[in-house]
Structures are given as structure tokens and as C-alpha cells.
């Protein structure tokens, strides 16, 4: 009897060492593992690492579209800057005499305000007449029109005169370049010149430009050889070659003379009522 109890024993103790020996699978280790070192303690906080950046070239294309007010895309419109354009810089050959006539003007500002600065003048036999200096301030109303608003001062070796002037300026149908001006002047004087020109392509750098300026004045003012009406016109046939953009020599026929009352109050004080003249000079621009 005492040896079948110790046999008994003896079995029960090798099989709970076999059932202690037995090996786990991998999957409940995993997961005895997971549970017993991963389980995070409640006082320990959560650190995140941030997303690293993503680059995109600037025109490289978005999924996301870009919208425009009005459809309408930025354009750098709001940049100052300065540019100068002499139209006319010139000798004019007859055979009475040479004169020298300057026509130019400069601007500085933006797209939409400017500020600008007009002259020109002739030079005939020592002599400086015809001398016209404007100051302005421009504001586009269009894509292709400014007004403009100033002073003009006649400044040469007559009176002095001063006006204050108002105008338009800019591209008409066709790019025909346009500019008309009403003044009034410190006498009570009125006055408007009308100017324009066109350039005909015949190559990419011969180019013809006919050109015409009209004055006209309520009044006469015969110390400035200036007469009631249409007044007097300087106009120009010029053909210039482009050398490059920025400078251009150019040979012209011009015609410079008075009309109605002007012509005789010029007459009267033994002057040249009007002369067709052949041309050389430059245009340039910066």
C-alpha cells in the first residue's frame, strides 16, 4: 500500500513538470511581451515627432486651385520707375539758315501715377524762340489714355508767359500716338494744342513717322508771334533706322510756318512765315 501512494506521487509530479516545461507559441509571447513592457504608465506624456517639410517648386502644379479676384492675375503694376524719350533732336537745313529744334519729355512713377517733365524749343539764327517747358502730373484712366494736369511756362528770348494746363495723352485706335492739351494762361488767355504721330514699320528697324503739332489761341499776342485761331504747325515726314532700340538717326522733310492772323502779324515784323526745311537727327530714349 505505502508503495502504490509513493508511485502516484511520484507520476503527479512529472506531469506538472511537463505541463511547466511546455513551450509557448510566438503569437502569445508577442503578446505577453506587448502587454507587459508596452503599456504606457498614465502619468508619462505623449511625444509626437513633427512632419517633415515637403518642397514644392513655385511653378510646380498644386492640387489645390488658385483663385484670382475677378479672374483677373497679379500683375507688378506698382513698380516706380523713370524713363526719358527725346522725339526730336535735330538740324533743320534751308538756304536762308540753319535751325536746331529739341523735342523730349521724361516721366517718373508707376503704371497708374506720374510725374512729368515736357520740353522744346528752336534755335533759329542765335536766336531761341518757341521755347515751351510743362510740368505734370499724369493719372491713367484707361489701359491706353492718361490725363494730366500742370503748368507751362514759355521760356525763351520773348515774353515770358505762364499757363495752366490740362490734357490727355496716349494710344489712340491703331497705336496712333495722341495728345491734346487746353491751357489758360495768366492774361486770360485760352489755348489747346493738338499733336500726334504714327509709325509705319517698313522693316523691324526702318521705320517712317509722319508727325503734326497744332496750336491754337483765343487771343493774339504779338510779342510772341502768336495770332487769334489756328495759329501756326510744326509738322515732320522722318525715317529712321534703329541701330538699336535705344538710338536711331533718322533724316526728315519738316515744315514749320504760321497761318491766319499769325502769318500777317509775322509778316508785318519782316519774319519767315513758314519754311520747308530737309532734316537730320537722332531719337533716343532711356
Known amino acids: 500500500m ?26 502569445s509571447a508577442s503578446t505577453h511581451t506587448a502587454t507587459t513592457h508596452t503599456a504606457p504608465h498614465k502619468n508619462t506624456p505623449r511625444t509626437y515627432a513633427p ?3 515637403t518642397y514644392h517648386a513655385a511653378d510646380a502644379p498644386s492640387a489645390t486651385p488658385v ?21 526730336e533732336l535735330e538740324g533743320r537745313y534751308a538756304p536762308g539758315g540753319t535751325d536746331f529744334r529739341w523735342d523730349g519729355e521724361a516721366w517718373y512713377g508707376t503704371d497708374y501715377n506720374r510725374v512729368w517733365l515736357k520740353s522744346e524749343g528752336t534755335l533759329e539764327r542765335g536766336r531761341l524762340h518757341d521755347g515751351d517747358h510743362e510740368l505734370l502730373y499724369s493719372r491713367a484712366i484707361s489701359s491706353y489714355f492718361n490725363v494730366q494736369g500742370g503748368v507751362r511756362a514759355d521760356i525763351d528770348d520773348g515774353p515770358t508767359r505762364t499757363w495752366g494746363a490740362v490734357g490727355i495723352q496716349g494710344l489712340a485706335l491703331y497705336q496712333f500716338e495722341f495728345q491734346a492739351t487746353a491751357y489758360v494762361s495768366d492774361r486770360g488767355r485760352f489755348a489747346t494744342r493738338i499733336e500726334g504721330s504714327y509709325d509705319f514699320l517698313l522693316t523691324n ?23 487769334a485761331g489756328l495759329s501756326d504747325v510744326d509738322a515732320g515726314l522722318r525715317l529712321r533706322y534703329e541701330i538699336w532700340r535705344k538710338f536711331a538717326p533718322y533724316v526728315a522733310v519738316t515744315y514749320s510756318g504760321y497761318l491766319t492772323q499769325a502769318r500777317r502779324i509775322v509778316h508785318d515784323q519782316q519774319g519767315e512765315t513758314g519754311t520747308l526745311r530737309f532734316s537730320f537727327g537722332i531719337r533716343g530714349w532711356f
Open 205 to 227: 528697324r526702318l521705320i517712317l513717322q509722319p508727325q503734326a503739332e497744332f496750336n491754337l489761341y483765343t487771343k493774339s499776342d504779338p510779342a510772341r508771334q502768336v495770332g
Open 51 to 53: 512632419p517633415k517639410p
Open 67 to 87: 483663385v484670382y479676384l475677378g479672374n483677373m492675375k497679379p500683375v507688378m503694376d506698382h513698380a516706380r520707375y523713370f524713363h526719358g524719350i527725346m522725339d
Open 2 to 27: 505505502r508503495g502504490l501512494i509513493c508511485m502516484a506521487a511520484v507520476l503527479s509530479s512529472g506531469m506538472g513538470a511537463a505541463a511547466l516545461a511546455q513551450p509557448t507559441s510566438p503569437d
